[in-house]
């Protein structure tokens, strides 16, 4: 029985985590730590209810059936009059589950927020100490703590109060029969014998009423914590959301966006707006902006991370949405902004960019990334474990691991989402040679936050808070648009060209 409660959480955890998986990206901006919360506290929730349900309340109620047909037996009279009480208790029980049910409903969404609050503060905890914030930060904790406390109390109250609340009516209604069959026993109406009986009865009658009382509460417990699950469980998947089961061929001709658009759920300005760019396989195009000019926004429409609401994307004429998204997305090599790189062994998170790739494809990849004089020297080289089991890797180690992943994948659309962050010199000169081979004949996307990485390419977009203000090479944007000229003399160029401090007189 244990074993079977224990079957129904894994399983509970197995489809949730298959359908986050496939959740829009949108959605995890907002729901990450709750989505931890249920996976731990819900699904947990949920088995304890399981285990009390099959424990208690199959066998309590048979008990008191078998009493009652008993006492039905005895006296029928008496049994119905008394039976009278049930829907009342049944009442009351509801109402009082509905707040327990609320308050854990509270207390859940609590616990999504102590992990957010912990997970923020625990990973920025340099931040933390760097501005002496600890007080601040304990506080802000202890607030969500005793918040979640106040819920605890309220449910503890109401399951406290339950039973001697059924205990009462039960008692008082138990009392009046008995005085009424004492009087009838008196008058002759009845024996003795089925005067002791019924009273031994309707006492016993009451205790498997008492505990399946205790136990509807726990079940209302789990009852909200199992709508949380199966919430996450009801949401529409990216897969079904898309319309389109096509295949996709590798592109061949060009990409293009016909006046794009999207806004961000809850946003009121479009992240992108009315994009129209044409980019013929084999080029490399450029995009520049300022920060929050919808550069990233832009491919995230490419890779369908989300929908454009307005307008269409079109690959060799085929619009985006009428194929599937594993063979859109089989055709784009990503780096992300924020190279992410996965609480496992160097040679795994390489391999994560191809399926089923060997260790000597992999060492290859990592030697044209310029990642393998790293690797090496660490402890266990290609073994060793990085994130938060294992070794930390610097910004620029961590880039260029992400960048021998996108070469593992070898696929003929690359994206690279620049980091703003700084990367020594040398790094960037590596990264940027080893790129600058790889991309000779692919199409590519370069988010680019340094001059180098815009001479090089085809074409380059200017984003202005989510409209394309000019496109073109170089020279062109430098002779007229004022946006560009800004951006490469403050920018741009700024990263490598080493301007003296100002001196005050
Ligand atoms: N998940 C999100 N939810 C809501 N708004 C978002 C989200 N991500 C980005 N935005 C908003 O959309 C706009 C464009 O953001 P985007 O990340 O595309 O900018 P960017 O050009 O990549 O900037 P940066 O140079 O800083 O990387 C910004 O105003 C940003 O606040
Ligand atoms: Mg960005």
């Known amino acids: 029985m244990f074993l079977s409660a224990i079957r129904a959480m894994l399983d509970f955890r197995r489809q949730m985590y298959a359908t986050v998986l496939q959740l829009p990206i949108v959605w995890f901006s907002r729901n990450l730590s709750d989505t931890v919360s249920r996976f731990v506290q819900d699904s947990q929730e949920v088995f304890r209810g399981y285990v009390i349900l099959l424990a208690k309340i199959a066998r309590e109620p048979l008990k008191a059936v078998a009493i009652f047909a008993l006492a039905l037996w005895l006296d029928y009279r008496l049994t119905l009059a008394v039976a009278v009480a049930a829907p009342i208790a049944a009442f009351i029980l509801r109402r009082l589950g509905k707040h327990v049910r609320k308050a854990n409903q509270r207390l859940l969404v609590g616990y999504g927020r102590m992990i957010g609050g912990l997970t923020a503060t625990l990973s920025g905890m340099r931040v933390v100490r760097a501005y002496t914030r600890e007080g601040y930060e304990r506080k802000r904790i202890w607030r969500v703590e005793r918040e979640m406390l106040k819920q605890s109390l309220k449910m503890g109250r109401i399951e406290a109060m339950t039973s001697p609340l059924i205990e009462v009516i039960g008692v008082a209604l138990a009392m009046l029969g008995i005085v009424w069959l004492a009087q009838r026993t008196l008058v002759g109406e009845s024996s003795p014998a089925v005067f002791l009986q019924m009273v031994v009865l309707l006492v016993a009658m009451f205790d498997p009423i ?296």
């Open 210 to 505: 008492r505990k399946v009382a205790t136990v509807y509460n726990r079940i209302q417990r789990a009852d909200a914590a199992a709508q949380r699950i199966f919430a996450v469980l009801d949401m529409p998947v990216e897969r079904v959301s898309s319309l389109g089961q096509r295949e996709l061929p590798p592109p061949q001709r060009r990409i293009e966006f016909v006046n794009v658009s999207y806004t961000y759920p809850e946003a009121n300005e479009p992240a992108v707006a009315e994009v129209s760019l044409v980019v013929p396989v084999g080029s490399q195009v450029a995009v520049v902006g300022p920060n929050g000019s919808g550069k990233t926004t832009l491919i995230s429409l490419l890779l369908r991370f989300f929908d454009s609401q307005e307008g269409r994307i079109l690959i060799d004429g085929t619009d985006i949405r009428e194929v599937s998204l594993k063979s859109l997305r089989r055709h784009f090599s990503l780096i992300t902004q924020d190279p992410v790189v996965f609480a496992m062994s160097i040679a795994d998170n390489i391999g994560y960019g191809r399926e089923g790739a060997t260790r000597e494809e992999i060492v290859e990849a990592a030697e044209r990334a310029y990642a393998d004089e790293f690797i090496r020297r660490l402890p266990e080289g290609y073994d060793t474990v990085v994130g938060e089991f294992g070794v930390t890797l610097s910004g620029g180690q961590r880039q260029r691991l992400a960048l021998a992943r996108a070469f593992l994948r070898d696929a003929p659309v690359f994206i690279f989402d620049e980091a703003t962050s700084q990367i020594d010199v040398d790094s960037e000169q590596k990264i940027r040679e080893a790129m600058s081979e790889f991309l000779i004949g692919r199409t590519s996307f370069l988010i680019a936050h340094r001059i180098a990485t815009v001479r090089a390419a085809d074409q380059i977009v200017v984003m202005n808070q989510g409209r394309i203000e000019d496109a073109g090479s170089h020279a062109d944007l430098v002779s007229r648009c004022d946006l560009y000229r800004s951006l490469y003399t403050t920018h741009l160029a700024g990263r490598t060209v080493e301007r003296p401090m100002p001196l005050r007189p």
